[in-house]
């Protein structure tokens, strides 16, 4: 059975569009905790766009104390600068259950694509060897059919993440059998080496079981764009009808 990790940093995208602790990331967190997830992502950048430091720690604590994965991605070879201790620094103070190496730019609006292990295999294997001194187990982020996904074992990784954002695409065409016979042929090489599945990107209500029932033996997925779409129209009413009451009784 697959497990499911939600990513808050559209939680902290807001909070940092007007500034101070509102929405609090860690509250909507545990929210997310108590409703039955699995655990909880974030992923980081450079130029602090979203979740900082000071957040991923906030978060490790939390999944400490409940019990559950904290997973914290990043781009193992982003230099640090200030605010950014560098992937490895900040997995080394947040102790994640798992560290998912992902290969974004500053550029990048978001993570869009998976390493290229031909280019990037000798690159990855010292950070991997790396985090995993930490205690992390870590994945690393693929292309689905991707014929050398096989090789994230020969770095050293425990798991990949096949990126489904390509899968998503097809299925809001109405063309997803090509999609998911990639990712499932992904996901077959990798366990074929030894590799457990984890998959994300644009994972959404309307996508996801069509996803888990035709890749095998996912183990994990982790969603939050989406996710928190959903969230805004299924928990405005309440809040809207929360503030009419008050201004009703006053």
């Known amino acids: 059975m697959a497990l499911l990790s939600v990513n808050v940093n559209k939680v902290a995208v807001l909070r940092n569009s007007r500034g101070g602790a509102a929405p609090d990331v860690v509250r909507a967190a545990t929210v997310c905790l108590d409703a039955g997830a699995d655990g909880i992502t974030v992923h980081p950048r450079?130029?602090?766009?979203?979740?900082?430091?000071h957040d991923v720690l906030a978060l490790a604590l939390l999944c400490r104390e409940r019990?559950?994965?904290f997973n914290l991605e990043g781009n193992p070879f982003a230099p640090p600068r200030e605010g950014y201790p560098g992937f490895h620094a900040l997995c080394a103070q947040a102790r994640p259950a798992q560290a998912t190496l992902v290969p974004?730019?500053?550029?990048?609006l978001t993570s869009d694509h998976g390493f290229d292990f031909n280019r990037d295999r000798d690159a990855l294997r010292p950070h991997v060897a790396a985090l995993?001194?930490?205690?992390?187990?870590?994945?690393?982020?693929?292309n689905a059919g991707d014929?050398?996904?096989a090789q994230a074992a020969a770095v050293g990784a425990d798991r990949v993440e096949l990126y489904t954002g390509p899968f998503a695409e097809a299925y809001a065409a109405g063309e997803p059998a090509s999609a998911l016979a990639a990712c499932a042929d992904s996901a077959r090489r990798a366990q074929a080496a030894g590799l457990g599945v984890n998959a994300g990107h644009d994972l959404s209500q309307r996508?996801?079981?069509?996803?888990?029932d035709a890749v095998p033996a996912v183990q994990e997925v982790s969603i939050g764009h989406a996710l928190i779409?959903?969230?805004?129209?299924?928990?405005?009413?309440a809040a809207v009808r929360a503030y009419v009451e008050i201004v009703r009784r006053a």
Request: with cysteine; charged share 20%; proline share 4%.
């Open 104 to 108: 974004d730019g500053d550029a990048q």
């Open 229 to 237: 779409d959903d969230a805004l129209y299924a928990g405005l009413a």
């Open 147 to 149: 014929p050398d996904v």
């Open 207 to 212: 996508n996801l079981a069509a996803f888990l």
């Open 132 to 142: 995993r001194s930490l205690g992390c187990r870590v994945s690393v982020f693929v």
């Open 46 to 53: 450079p130029d602090a766009r979203h979740v900082q430091a």
């Open 67 to 69: 019990g559950v994965e």
